[in-house]
């Protein structure tokens, strides 16, 4: 879906294969940021081999916020990472940018919020 296409340059199997590989090896949150907008994807390994993605802008993410509580500290954690790299990514290049890495402390097996 367009309004989903958060990959500037490159093959985006190929890229999707790459932030695959990442949250199998680091089970991190990552950030990932594009030019026009920023994305952050939080990462659920359900099984050993298959995972969720979850997709939102910041103001996507703070409604989930507001009705999952016990998230709070995590997503409010990286809400403000997200704030501190904003001016720097927006202008910056086309490419994908894989900005910070953040580990995610007790990651729950399953999360009470839907794919956006």
């Given at each position: 879906?367009?309004n989903?296409?958060y990959?500037?340059?490159g093959?985006?199997f190929?890229?999707?294969?790459k932030?695959?590989q990442?949250?199998n090896?680091l089970h991190k949150?990552?950030l ?5 907008k ?5 990462y659920?390994?359900?099984?050993q ?6 997709v939102?802008?910041?103001e996507q993410?703070?409604i989930i916020?507001a009705h ?5 500290l995590?997503i409010?954690?990286?809400l403000?990472?997200?704030g501190?790299l904003k ?8 490419e994908?940018?894989?900005?910070k890495e ?7 097996k399953?999360?009470d919020i839907?794919?956006?």
């Open positions: 879906m367009q989903k296409a990959f500037d340059k093959d985006p190929e890229v999707h294969k932030i695959k990442e949250f090896k949150w990552v990932k940021t594009s030019k026009y920023i994305i952050v994807q939080l659920e390994q359900v099984q081999e298959s995972y969720q993605v979850y939102g802008t910041l993410l703070q916020q999952n509580s016990k998230y709070d995590k409010n954690h990286v403000s990472e997200l501190k001016q720097d990514y927006i202008t910056n290049s086309q994908l940018c894989f900005a953040y580990e995610a402390v007790n990651v729950p399953q999360l839907s794919p956006i």
